[in-house]
């Protein structure tokens, strides 16, 4: 033990004493260097005799001995970090993992958005090009369990779009969970200011050019039911109108053109594949679905909805629409749910949720079919017959503006202006009038949308004479079009003069101009 000692003391004392005189020799230089008040005196005491180029070779010297001390200090630190971190810096690490997970939204925005304007220009249900894997054997059926346990909720990591029968909806799920951020609502404006900058926005940005009173009969209608119609000759904007709404609240419209050969639900919300173990998604399908994601109002035209039977494709969205809880418009779109389907499927349904309006557009010509009295009883149609003339206005900005605050204005509205009981003492006169000599009357459907239209339009700035002139032009006096009006010109001028005898001459200028219109066309 002795000897180990000796040993130990002899070589490896040694060491550890040469170890001491390296951190000495390094204090003793730092020491040194950074003693700045010893190292001015040295310099006085020479610097009587020094000349300029002596000067000039201090400033040089001590330069360089700054440059090796900075250098010594940069590998040393360079070593460290090497040796604990692995050669990467940690703000580089996280520097490079943010852009790891922004190339990551990236691309699933921009398969989604691929997949958007695909759908856009084809105008049809294309499947996903990339082929599914076979997850079943050939001939099986779709699992009969309804939630799974591993089923896709949003909390869950993204799917692959390819993965799943449900490519568009699930591109959907992906981006609301990585990429969509909620905007800033701007909820201090009432109906009235609503209309007059949704005006000026589409003049100014879009060069589409509309009456005041066409914007106050457009919101109104929202604030009336989820289904309204434009109808009216070719080129009067009747779906840019819709169009420019959607940027105006920076929301873009859903365009679906509707074809000649649709007949049934399928057109509307897409059908499975047995054979590909695909769903056939639509665009209509994709916009009520996505809407759950969201509070911005979010409207979907059905470009030329009667280029085939409205009845017949569009029954049950009818149907829906008219369940008195919201809670109850859910459409089925499959029987059973997958493990990897959509976050928002529930039980093979989707919600239709109350910041969606769908907007029809109608050309009343040879090429089209007669939309049927259960439809226009359940919407609210316009008439746009005219463009208005162009007019200059300060260039206007789109606003975001929420569901939540525009329910909250139309039922302000509604509390605010109810339809007076002069009004009301007035309709049923008229009521009595059509029964007598039309066989005609006010359904209770009607009366309701009378008593939601006409507080919104006043709350949208017009007066409760004009949307009574206008409501009862566009869903009591339609009603005419099914009679044989042939013989009947003289009691349409008796019931034209008797407008005028209730609510005062020329007050109903709608209504009489639609009466003189069905005498020219009868």
Same mark, same amino acid.
């Given at each position: ?15 550890? /004493?040469?170890?001491?005189? !390296?951190?000495?020799?390094? #204090? ?35 330069? =360089? ?9 940069? #590998? ?49 249900? %294309? ?10 054997? %050939? &001939? ?9 346990? @591993? ?35 701007? @909820? ?26 066409? =914007? ?5 209608? =929202? &604030? ?6 434009? /109808? ?19 929301? +873009?419209?859903?365009? !679906? ?28 399908? /994709? ?17 030329? $909805?009667?280029?085939?039977? !409205?009845?017949?494709? #569009? ?12 809670? %109850? ?18 039980? &093979? ?47 206007? +900005? ?5 569901? +939540?605050?525009?329910?909250?204005? #139309? ?37 309701? /949308? ?13 007066? %409760? ?10 869903? !009591? ?12 010109? +003289? ?5 034209? @003069? ?9 007050? $109903? ?14």
């Amino acid at each position: 033990m002795n000897n180990f000692f000796n040993y130990f003391t002899e070589d490896i004392g040694q060491v550890f /004493q040469a170890f001491v005189e !390296v951190l000495s020799a390094i #204090f003793n230089f730092l020491n040194y260097l950074f003693n700045f008040p010893m190292r001015m005196n040295i310099i006085k005491e020479h610097s009587e005799s020094f000349s300029t180029t002596d000067w000039v070779m201090l400033l040089i010297a001590n330069i =360089m001995i700054i440059a090796v001390c900075c250098l010594i200090i940069y #590998f040393i630190g360079k070593l460290i970090r090497k040796i604990f971190f692995g050669g990467i810096s940690k703000r580089e690490y996280e520097r490079m993992s943010a852009q790891v997970r922004t190339l990551q939204r990236d691309l699933l925005r921009s398969n989604y958005e691929k997949d958007k304007i695909l759908a856009m220009t084809m105008g049809n249900p %294309e499947l996903p090009p990339e082929e599914e894997e076979e997850k079943k054997e %050939e &001939g099986e059926e779709e699992s009969t369990e309804l939630v799974p346990s @591993n089923r896709n909720t949003f909390d869950s990591p993204c799917v692959d779009p390819s993965d799943s029968r449900f490519f568009r909806l699930t591109c959907v799920d992906n981006y609301y969970k990585t990429e969509y951020v909620k905007p800033e609502y701007d @909820n201090e404006m009432n109906l009235e200011q609503i209309c007059e900058r949704f005006r000026n926005f589409a003049a100014s940005q879009l060069k589409l050019y509309y009456d005041l009173d066409m =914007m106050r009969f457009f919101l109104a209608s =929202m &604030g009336t039911s989820r289904i309204i119609i434009l /109808q009216g000759i070719s080129g009067t904007g009747k779906t840019s109108l819709p169009y420019a709404f959607g940027k105006f609240v920076q929301k +873009d419209t859903t365009v !679906v053109s509707v074809q000649p050969s649709w007949r049934e639900r399928t057109e509307l919300y897409g059908y499975f594949n047995e054979f590909t173990k695909r769903y056939a998604e639509t665009e209509f399908l /994709q916009a009520i679905y996505e809407c759950n994601y969201f509070r911005d109002p979010h409207i979907v035209i059905l470009d030329e $909805m009667n280029i085939a039977r !409205v009845e017949y494709y #569009f029954a049950e969205m009818l149907s829906i629409l008219e369940m008195p809880l919201q809670e %109850e418009w859910k459409v089925d779109i499959v029987t059973a749910v997958w493990d990897n389907d959509p976050c928002l499927i529930d039980g &093979g349904k989707v919600q239709i949720t109350n910041n969606v309006w769908i907007v029809g557009t109608i050309n009343n010509d040879d090429s089209t079919f007669a939309v049927a009295d259960k439809v226009y009883d359940r919407a609210i149609p316009i008439d746009l017959d005219s463009r208005a003339d162009p007019f200059e206005c300060e260039m206007t +900005d789109p606003v975001y503006i929420s569901t +939540d605050r525009l329910n909250e204005l #139309f039922d302000e509205a509604k509390r605010n202006y109810p339809v007076s009981q002069e009004i009301m003492d007035k309709l049923e006169l008229v009521n009595a009038y059509l029964i007598k000599n039309f066989r005609l009357a006010f359904g209770n459907r009607i009366m309701k /949308q009378i008593g939601d239209f006409v507080p919104c339009f006043i709350g949208c700035g017009g007066s %409760e004479i004009q949307a009574i002139d206008f409501i009862v032009a566009k869903k !009591v006096l339609r009603k005419f079009e099914s009679l044989s009006l042939g013989f009947m010109k +003289d009691e349409l001028t008796k019931f034209s @003069n008797y407008l005028d005898k209730v609510f005062g001459k020329n007050q $109903m200028a709608i209504c009489k101009d639609y009466i003189e219109q069905l005498k020219k066309n009868n």
